[in-house]
Structure formats: structure tokens, C-alpha cells
């Protein structure tokens, strides 16, 4: 059974620093990763997604890598603004429906 | 196009009392889902359908029935509400369930059981 984990659970910095967040997974037969935000109350909103055969993903100040063989990825946020404060899951899709981590809250400090 | 959509956006219902979460898309998709969220749990899958006629359970199934009967349209119904069911619910569709297809999502509905 595929298992998603999320290390920090919780995360404070201050504007402009540069931050990791970091996702693992179990089973590595995997066809992608995708990575989420949530801000309080609101949906989801698509961030990056990382097929396997891929090894990173850019948009913006995001960048997500995923290495697959040991189960991690990797999601890099450059030059943190106050605004970027939210919770950040992620997701692997393999033959099985779509499996969470439970996410990380990212405060970022003004 | 549309994408997912949810109704309604928030829901209060008394322990006992039946209701249906409705959910479409407009993508011609043929995988569809349904999540929970729940503070300090994350997403639980509750229940999934391949296509039309086809639906599976997923992690936490209990006290939920979900039919399709066209491709467009996956509702979730709660019989007969209770506390526990309290949570956000996210409906998800793919083109389908394997191969490296992104998953949409729609905005959820809120749920309160009294």
C-alpha cells in the first residue's frame, strides 16, 4: 500500500529566505507526483506536476524534483513572500487512485 | 470548459437526515473520485468510479453510496448523516485511472452534521 509522507509538518520563515519542502513515498511504481496548495478554507490549486520519467518541474520561484528510485521529492521555493503562506500536499499516482501526504504548513514572516 | 464542479459549496445537516453531494465535469473523464479532507488526516479517498456503471471503494467507504450513471456525473450520497461525517469533500477527475494523467479537482464542499 502506498504511503505519502511530509516532512516538515509545519514550517515558519522569514520573507525572502529560500525553503525545501520534502515529500516521500513507499512504492516507487509511480506514474507522477503532483504537488498542491491549499490556503485556509479553499480548494486545491495545482501547483507542479512531475511524471516519473521526469526529474523537475519549474514554474516561477517553484521548483519540484522527484527521484524516483528512492521515493522523494522535493519542492524548492525560491525568495519566500508572505503570500506563499499556506499548506503544501503532495501526491503520487500509481495503478492505485491518487494517495496524499497530509502536507506541510508554511508561514512565511513579513 | 468548466472542469470539476461541486455543489453546493456548504452544507449544515441534522445526525440522521440524507443529502446527495453532487458532483460533475465537463472533460469527458472517465476516472472520478471522491475525498474527504479532515484536519490532521489529510485526503482520504472515499470512493472511486472507472466509467459509467463502474464504481469502486476506497479507503474510508462507510456510510456513503456513490453511483454513475453517465460519465459526466459522480454523486455522493449520505443516508443517513451523522457526526463523524463532518469534513470538506473533494470530488477529482482524471482521463483515467492509470497511465500519467493529471488529476482536477473541484473547490469542495463543506459538510456540518449536527
Known amino acids: 500500500k502506498q504511503e505519502v509522507t511530509q516532512i516538515p509538518a509545519a514550517l515558519s520563515v522569514p520573507e525572502g529566505e529560500n525553503l525545501v519542502l520534502n515529500c516521500s513515498f513507499t512504492d516507487s511504481a509511480i506514474y507522477n507526483l503532483q504537488w498542491f496548495r491549499q490556503d485556509p478554507g479553499k480548494g486545491l490549486t495545482s501547483l507542479l506536476l512531475?511524471?516519473?520519467?521526469?526529474r523537475e518541474q519549474t514554474s516561477g520561484r517553484l521548483n519540484a524534483s522527484l527521484d524516483k528510485s528512492s521515493g522523494r521529492s522535493t519542492l524548492y521555493i525560491a525568495a519566500s513572500q508572505p503570500g506563499d503562506s499556506a499548506t503544501y500536499l503532495c501526491a503520487v499516482k500509481g495503478n492505485t487512485p491518487l494517495v496524499f501526504g497530509k502536507g506541510t504548513r508554511l508561514s512565511v514572516i513579513a | 470548459n468548466a472542469g470539476v464542479t461541486q455543489t453546493p459549496k456548504f452544507q449544515v445537516l441534522k445526525t440522521g437526515q440524507s443529502m446527495t453531494l453532487q458532483c460533475a465535469q465537463d472533460?469527458?473523464?472517465?476516472?472520478m473520485s471522491w475525498y474527504r479532507q479532515d484536519p490532521g488526516m489529510g485526503l482520504r479517498l472515499i470512493h472511486y468510479?472507472?466509467?459509467?456503471?463502474?464504481?469502486d471503494q476506497g479507503e474510508v467507504p462507510n456510510g456513503y453510496n456513490v453511483s454513475r450513471s453517465t460519465t459526466e456525473d459522480f454523486p455522493l450520497r449520505l443516508l443517513s448523516a451523522a457526526p463523524s461525517q463532518t469534513s470538506v469533500y473533494f470530488c477529482?477527475?482524471?482521463?483515467?485511472?492509470?497511465?500519467?494523467?493529471?488529476?482536477?479537482f473541484g473547490p469542495g464542499t463543506r459538510l456540518t452534521v449536527l
Open positions: 468510479s472507472v466509467g459509467a456503471g463502474i464504481t
Open positions: 472533460m469527458n473523464h472517465e476516472y
Open positions: 512531475i511524471q516519473s520519467s521526469q
Open positions: 477529482a477527475s482524471s482521463s483515467a485511472l492509470k497511465g500519467h494523467n493529471e488529476q482536477f
